[in-house]
């Protein structure tokens, strides 16, 4: 082999050395990344486990408040289910009948559902300051926080329970059962059945997260969706659709146009409204523009 060939392969190996040199380097640096952001994990699910005890405390909350308003306005008298202290939240009325009943579960599942939403972006927030970590790829937070705010399905986990309490009674009982969403022939737009029961003004609104809206055979109660949340109101800080809205009924008020931030999912109401009862809810709705029922408008 000529000296000229030598140099040459001396000169290629070099540039081997030096390549796989830089490789090395490269990798150690990538395994170090793998260490912390193995570490960083392991803080993460900690935060994730510690977090997720307080969504099952609010959601305590949240169960315990709707249990409350539809329980306590009301007493048994003889056969008969009347209103007793207060009266009873939009979109029910004092019934005696037995809580197994698929309606009434529905009911508590949808507000569970929009319900535990806040408290869930609560705890990704909560776990996002974990993330912020020197040496967290900003990537990996990103990701990890959007995964726990958003695509942990809170509020399915939390329907079912809810949806126990509408059905957990063996006998009849008396509470404001949600009265029925009927399309009006006369009208040709979706009511609210009323109840001479109920003494709420309000009553012909569906229930907070609920519409009483259009579907192929007639109307029915269903979930608040995205555009519900967003329309703009008469007052600062308050989003979405409420009252009657081409032939359709709404309930779907929210702190921010999403549902992360829907109004039946917080203890309190904005604007110094106070706390986040069907007394309270009514000063609002006549706040902003929502249409007494005729009996009380005078």
Known sequence: MSNTNLFKLHKEVQREKAALKTQ???LKEAASKLVKYDEFMKVVNCEYIKKSSDVDAALGEVLARIEAELKSPVKKDGASCVEDQGFCPEGTSPQLQRAYNPAQAALFGTVAFWGVKPVAMAVAAGVGVVMAAPGVPLAAAAGTSAALAMQVPW???AAPVASYLGKRDLHASCRCFENDCH??????KCE???SAASSNPFQSLPYPGQKCARTPSGCSLQFCISGDWSSTTEHEGILGKVG???GEVYNCLSRDGTDNTALNGYETLPANFGNNTAAHRNELYKELGVELLESYSA
Do not use: S
């Not at 399309?183 to 040709?188: G, K, V, W």
């Open 24 to 26: 090395k380097a490269e």
């Open 155 to 157: 509020g399915f986990m």
């Open 183 to 188: 399309l009006n022939q006369a009208t040709d």
């Open 192 to 194: 609210i059945t009323l």
């Open 244 to 246: 009657e809205l081409n």
